[in-house]
């Protein structure tokens, strides 16, 4: 069964840092990754996806990287703005064409 | 664009009454699923159907029945509502396995 776990649960970081998400898997057997953005009260907004063939991505100021062998990626945020402040999720597509997420990095960044 | 459209927005629900939540993409996608979202449980995937015509279970499908009407509609049925069921239900949609996900706004469901 795939497990997907974010860390840290939580961040706060003054505005301007560079700062890294953690997204870990326990199955290798993964079609792609993909990093939501989720603001309060909302859906879910795609921000990037990586196949799993891939060993990064890049979106503006967000750039995601994949290690499918140790079952790792981490989301780079540059130049952190408080618009960024929203809780980031993971999620792995298996190879039943399911889609398992981790809980979530909440993230806020202070003015 | 639509893109993921899920009817209703808001539900408050008696004990034991049913419902069907809807959801309709308009992105000619073959897979859809459906989540449920609580507070540090984060989302669980409910059931997904990976293509029309089938349907497979997820992590929590107890309680839960789906229907995948056609390519576009995929709609989650509670038969009898338990305050346990009370949850932001997300549906989300996409195309082939290496694509991305897109996801509706999700309906605020209710059970007292």
């Known amino acids: 069964k795939q497990e997907v776990t974010q860390i840290p649960a939580a961040l706060s970081v003054p505005e301007g840092e560079n700062l890294v998400l953690n997204c870990s898997f326990t199955d290798s057997a993964i079609y792609n990754l993909q990093w939501f953005r989720q603001d309060p009260g909302k859906g879910l907004t795609s921000l990037l996806l990586i196949q799993s063939s891939q060993r990064e991505q890049t979106s503006g100021r967000l750039n995601a990287s994949l290690d499918k062998s140790s079952g790792r990626s981490t989301l780079y945020i540059a130049a952190s703005q408080p618009g960024d402040s929203a809780t980031y999720l993971c999620a792995v597509k298996g190879s039943q064409g399911n889609l398992i997420f981790g809980k979530g990095t909440k993230l806020s960044v202070k003015p | 664009n639509a893109g993921v459209t899920q009817t209703p927005k808001f539900q408050v629900l008696k004990t034991g009454q049913s419902m069907t939540l809807q959801c309709a993409q308009d992105m000619n996608h073959n897979s859809m699923y459906w989540y449920r979202q609580d507070p540090g449980m984060g989302l669980r995937l409910i059931y997904y159907?990976?293509?029309?015509?089938?349907?497979d279970k997820g992590e929590v499908p107890n309680g839960y029945n789906v229907s995948r009407l056609n390519k576009r509609e995929f709609s989650l049925r509670l038969e009898s509502a338990a305050p346990s069921q009370t949850s932001v239900y997300f549906c989300?949609?996409?195309?082939?396995?290496?694509?991305?996900?897109?996801f509706g706004q999700g309906t605020r469901l209710t059970v007292v």
């Open positions: 989300a949609s996409s195309d082939a396995v290496n694509t991305e996900a897109f």
């Open positions: 159907s990976a293509s029309e015509g089938t349907t």
